[in-house]
């Protein structure tokens, strides 16, 4: 007797989550993908389950990562990406990751720059107004500052 499952619709999308046989727990971790992004370690811990839940390329890319970087920066690498989906969305972060990983470009930097240049955003930069007078002529040769 009780439920046996919960379903969430909402916008057209529904969602169903069943229920947990007795004794156990279930946690879906996608739930928590914007508190994981910014915690790095709670990733580690959960890593395992949370990579099952999201599936490939983020598996590709988590071994990728520990091939090429030391756990600590691997981790903090994973948790940026999982910020991104927030950002960007899932399915736009999947390819993201599935380009990086064949490019073997791993860094958050570049598939951040590659999600942006996709949407076609440009960051915005604001300059301190303190800064804002100077006029920078050219910037690949050093000791060529003008200022007005």
């Not at 910014?38 to 390329?57: F, M, N, S, Y």
């Not at 598939?111 to 999600?115: D, E, F, H, N, S």
């Not at 007078?133 to 007005?148: D, W």
């Given at each position: 007797m009780g439920v046996a499952d919960v379903r969430l619709t909402c916008r057209g999308e529904t969602v169903v989550h069943e229920e947990a046989p007795r004794g156990t727990r279930r946690i879906r971790y996608r739930h928590y993908?914007?508190?994981l992004a910014?915690?790095?370690?709670?990733?580690?811990?959960?890593?395992?389950?949370?990579?099952?839940?999201?599936?490939?390329?983020?598996?590709r890319f988590w071994r990728a990562l520990l091939e090429a970087h030391p756990p600590r920066e691997a981790v903090r690498t994973l948790a940026g990406a999982l910020g991104l989906i927030a950002e960007y969305g899932e399915a736009r972060?999947?390819?993201?990751?599935?380009e990086a990983v064949r490019a073997n470009q791993l860094a958050l930097l570049s598939?951040?720059?590659?999600?942006r240049d996709q949407a076609g955003e440009r960051p915005a930069v604001t300059v301190p107004?303190?800064?804002?007078?100077?006029?920078?002529?050219?910037?690949?040769?050093?000791?060529?500052?003008?200022?007005?």
């Open positions: 993908l914007a508190e910014r915690k790095p370690q709670p990733v580690r811990q959960v890593a395992d389950e949370l990579l099952a839940e999201l599936g490939a390329p983020f598996e972060v999947r390819e993201a990751l599935d598939i951040g720059r590659a999600l107004a303190h800064l804002a007078h100077i006029e920078v002529e050219s910037a690949g040769r050093p000791g060529r500052r003008s200022s007005n």
